[in-house]
Every structure is written in structure tokens, then in C-alpha cells.
């Protein structure tokens, strides 16, 4: 099921259904999944690391690389979407949320081409 036609809930039902299947649920508590997104997402920086900008963007170009770099994504999103499922969090509503608030702190006119937090 490609990202165009793929909906939040669907894939969070993928995600439920294989947990149950393999009695995950005792293993998902909140602190164990936030572990998880931050591991992941450590794996994903590792790859990266000590990369120039032209080096990074190479291996996103193909190759075994690209693959690594696709693994880890899908691991983060897949402790991203259970901690949602799990604890009835509707990311589509707490992702326009999070930008309503950020256009606010950062406002076109003012944070256009630059990469300054909004306090700065």
C-alpha cells in the first residue's frame, strides 16, 4: 500500500495486528516504545555520521546504503505508529496542531531562509 493511497489508521492496524499476534502488548509500555523511537532514531543518525553533506545525500542516491537508511525509518515509524496506537494518539490531528503553533512561532516573513529558533 503505497504513502498516497496508505491511511494513519491503517498502518497503525498493521502495526496492532502484529503485535497481538506475537503477544507484544505486555512489552509496550509508554517508556519502553519512547526507547525505542529514540534507539532507532540513533541508528538512523548513526549512519550518517561523520558524513559530509555530499556524502550523505550520495548514499541516499541508491545502494546498500539507501536500504539501511529505509530500514531504520521504517523502525522509527513503527514505534511511532504503536505508541500512537497504543495510547490514542491521532498523529494526523497532533501533527496540524504542532505546525498551527509553529507558524505561529515562526511566521513566514520572519523565518524565511533562516534556520534561528524563534526565540533567538
Known amino acids: 500500500m503505497p504513502d498516497p493511497v496508505a491511511t ?9 495486528n502484529f ?6 502488548d505486555q512489552f509496550h509500555n509508554p517508556k519502553d516504545l519512547a526507547i525505542g523511537i529514540s534507539t532507532e532514531a ?5 549512519i550518517f555520521r561523520f558524513k559530509t553533506d555530499q556524502q550523505a545525500r550520495a548514499m541516499l542516491d541508491g545502494g546498500e546504503k539507501r536500504n539501511e537508511v529505509a530500514e531504520e525509518l521504517a523502525d522509527v515509524f513503527y514505534f511511532l505508529l504503536r505508541f500512537a496506537q497504543m495510547y490514542g494518539f491521532d498523529l494526523s490531528e497532533e501533527l496540524r496542531a504542532k505546525l498551527a ?3 505561529q512561532r515562526y511566521p513566514v516573513e520572519r523565518s524565511k531562509g533562516s ?3 524563534y526565540d533567538e
Open 8 to 16: 494513519v489508521d491503517e498502518l497503525k492496524l498493521l502495526v496492532k
Open 19 to 24: 503485535c497481538e499476534e506475537r503477544d507484544w
Open 42 to 46: 540513533a541508528e538512523l543518525l548513526e
Open 101 to 103: 503553533k509553529n507558524a
Open 115 to 117: 534556520n534561528r529558533k
